[in-house]
């Protein structure tokens, strides 16, 4: 792994600067893109086996073929840089450090999926990392590469616009379909599914939702090939990724390596170790929403999706949190369905009553006047929460309970008993 | 209200979407940066501005966290006290501002410059512990940086 060439944040210098970015082979990629037809790209994305990295690792090509090839509707295309998920800081490294891989990206895929209107939708804390990405647009504007212009620029009769859409401070809006109807501008609920946004999207036009790593791989996929893709990493999940590793580790960041990694590698190696060489107790391998392991059950797990669900976990941003061994689970759990409890947006009764009471049991808990049925009673809470809701941040707020229930029963009765 | 020149950033942002509703986080985020909080006042001036129901936008200004419908410090201390920052010690930014200027989550300095905010993961987990005053972060910080950054935003005054 050490002769990785990293492709999404190559350590180059002023990268951030148009110029840069264009002596780096920037803007080359779309030129490429221009002279294929839609569904070539449609077919090459397929091929390079790229899965999402916003949380659910759907893959790419797929749900973009969701997408209708000819339509009377306009239709749009939202990347996800909401990143809230506590554990992810990978997003905003793209921001700041390669935001014209991002623009690029958005042009190839806006000409592939046919839209017109691109939103980023940026988290309303990253005021600063909006305005480095306003800056890169307008610069890329400027150069003729985006909006009308386009069509001069590089002779097509294609061209999209991107705008930035600032959030406010809700982490639900990293849900695609609430982020929709933010970008709307009602209140930022859920919305059932189906149908789907691909059919019933934007303002009831289809809509395409990625993330913004996502997007960014778009580029190099179209400049190496979809071959050169899926030699990287996981066979099934293959490319780079950004891991953000956080917590107990003596070198916390952002790193770029090929998916499938191994966990104890990432955590001893790349991230040096524990502080103190002490043990670990607990990692959650890919934000808060996702099922804890053991310290003791971590041994040749690989970082890719098909190895973390076979072991009972997901990859989900891959923001992995190290917990030493001296850690109190109790107080972690509690601030974790905290989290959930305010992020719920209160549409659906089991996410809505179950958060609260969940959190409610958990101070008791802390409090030192709770007892081991407690535990079984928040299993059981989370039980009712996990499938029962409108959309996934129900699950989200249920499995870290649920399965840290499960798999640390014995340290959390000793918590209990001190 | 608006000056001019705001007018201008409305129509702009207007100008991104097919419908006004859609300019309603841009107006109120203009407004906000402008006076502080968004007062009822501030409501019902972006819903004309917007031609959009004053109801519509209160319900936009009630759900998000960052949109405060009532007087903050001038500085806001917003403490990330999430997972990575619990970790990495977020008690002890909370104990030291405390120590510093006597005020814990949800208060405010008698003198109305500073409020503290606990906050949800900043997406910063990686340089834990953090703070975001107003529109800045903080971060990796320890008690002797919560100490000077708070004398300096005391000597801005
Ligand atoms: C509660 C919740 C929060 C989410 N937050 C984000 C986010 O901040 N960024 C993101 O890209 N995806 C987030 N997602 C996943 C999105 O719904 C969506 O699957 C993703 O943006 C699709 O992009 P991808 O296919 O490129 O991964 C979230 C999902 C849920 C349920
Ligand atoms: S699961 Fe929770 S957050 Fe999602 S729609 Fe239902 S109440 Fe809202
Ligand atoms: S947990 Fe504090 S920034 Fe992520």
Not at chain 1, 159 to 186: F, T
Not at chain 1, 385 to 401: F, K, M, Q, R, S
């Amino acid at each position: 792994m050490n002769d990785y060439q990293p492709v999404l944040l190559p350590g180059i210098s002023d990268l951030h600067r148009i110029d840069v970015y264009e002596q780096h082979g920037g803007y080359a990629r779309i030129r490429k893109a221009l002279a294929m037809k839609p569904t070539e790209i449609l077919d090459v994305v397929k091929a390079s086996g790229l899965r999402g990295r916003g949380g659910a690792a759907f893959p790419t090509g797929l749900k973009w073929s969701f997408m209708p090839q000819e339509g009377e509707k306009p239709s749009y295309l939202c990347v996800n840089g909401d990143e809230a998920e506590p554990g992810s800081f990978k997003d905003r490294q793209i921001f700041e450090f390669n935001p014209h891989q991002m623009i690029e990206g958005i042009l190839i895929s806006g000409y592939a999926l046919r839209i017109k209107t691109a939103y980023i939708y940026i988290r309303g804390e990253y005021e600063s990392w909006t305005r480095m990405v306003e800056k890169a647009i307008a610069e890329a504007y400027a150069r003729g590469y985006v909006g009308e212009k386009m069509k001069e620029t590089f002779g097509t009769d294609y061209s999209v616009e991107i705008y930035v859409h600032r959030g406010a401070g809700a982490y639900i809006c990293g849900e695609e379909s609430s982020l929709m109807n933010s970008i709307e501008g009602h209140r930022p609920y859920p919305r059932v599914k189906p149908p789907f946004p691909a059919q019933i999207g934007l303002w009831g036009c289809p809509t395409t939702i990625n993330n913004v790593e996502t997007i960014t791989n778009i580029p190099v996929i179209m400049e190496k090939g979809a071959d050169w893709f899926k030699e990287i990493g996981a066979e099934t999940h293959p490319g780079p990724l950004l891991y953000g590793i956080s917590g107990h580790v003596n070198k916390p960041g952002v790193y770029e390596l090929p998916t499938g990694m191994l966990l104890t590698e990432l955590i001893h190696d790349v991230a040096g170790g524990i502080p103190g060489g002490k043990k670990i107790k607990m990692v959650i391998p890919g934000g808060s929403s996702m099922p804890p392991l053991r310290g003791d059950q971590l041994d040749g797990v690989h970082m890719d999706a098909d190895s973390l669900k076979d072991i009972g976990s997901a990859i989900g941003t891959a923001g992995i949190i190290v917990m030493d061994e001296d850690t109190n689970l109790l107080r972690v759990l509690t601030r974790i369905t905290h989290f959930y409890k305010v992020e719920s947006c209160g549409q659906c009764t089991p996410c809505r009553e179950g958060t609260g009471w969940m959190l409610k049991v958990f101070n008791r808990l802390l409090a030192g006047e709770g007892s081991s049925k407690d535990l079984d009673l928040l299993h059981s809470v989370a039980n009712n929460i996990e499938g029962n809701t409108v959309c996934a941040l129900g699950d989200a707020a249920a499995w870290p309970v649920k399965f840290t229930i499960e798999r640390f029963r014995v340290e959390l009765e000793k918590e209990l008993v001190r | 209200m608006f000056t001019e020149e705001e007018l201008q950033q409305v129509e702009e942002i207007k100008s991104h979407y097919p419908t006004n509703l859609s300019a309603v986080m841009g107006a109120l985020h203009l407004y906000q940066d402008k006076y502080g909080y968004v007062s009822d006042e501030g409501i019902s001036y972006v819903a004309k501005l917007l031609e959009i129901p004053e109801e519509h936008v209160l319900g936009v200004v009630s759900f998000y966290e960052m949109f405060h419908q009532h007087p903050t410090g001038k500085y806001k201390l917003q403490v990330c006290t999430n997972v990575s920052c619990m970790l990495c010690n977020s008690d002890m930014v909370l104990r030291s501002i405390k120590e510093k200027i006597g005020i814990g989550i949800g208060e405010m300095t008698e003198d109305g410059l500073f409020s503290v905010h606990e906050v949800e993961c900043l997406g910063s987990c990686g340089t834990a512990p953090v703070i975001s005053v107003n529109k800045l972060y903080h971060d990796k910080l320890t008690p002797e940086k919560i100490n000077e950054l708070i004398d300096t935003l005391k000597a801005q005054g």
